[in-house]
């Protein structure tokens, strides 16, 4: 049996959900850190960010992200790439984690 691109992506932004940001205390996916999940012939690849370039966390949020998406059925590689590009703003948090953050529906 094999598994659609598609179907393996959104398997992946699944499991990214375990993965939580120690100060803020929600997982990477609805704080919005997870730019784009593509896979090719099972090697996923992964393009994310953390609040600031210089946040202490991200090294840990990266290989949060590696070992998650290595449980995945299907995926045989991760390749995770950190970028600042364009820079992560709280307009990226899913509307039901932003208010539960207290930041106001703005932007």
Same mark, same amino acid.
């Given at each position: 049996m094999t598994i659609d691109d598609d179907?393996?992506?959104d398997q992946i932004r699944q499991a990214l959900k375990v993965v939580i940001d120690p100060e803020l205390g929600?997982?990477?996916v609805d704080l919005g850190? %997870?730019?784009d999940v593509s896979v090719d012939d099972g090697a996923a690849h992964i393009t994310m960010t953390a609040t600031t370039r210089g946040? +202490? $966390? $991200? /090294?840990?949020?990266?290989e949060g992200v590696a070992? /998650? $998406?290595c449980l995945v059925p299907g995926v045989e590689s991760v390749d995770v790439t950190m970028t600042f590009e364009p820079p992560w703003? +709280? /307009?990226m %948090? /899913? +509307?039901?984690v932003r208010s539960s953050l207290g930041f106001a529906e703005v932007n």
């Open positions: 179907d393996l992506v929600h997982n990477i850190f %997870i730019y946040c +202490p $966390a $991200a /090294s840990f949020l990266k070992n /998650s $998406a703003q +709280p /307009s %948090i /899913s +509307p039901g």
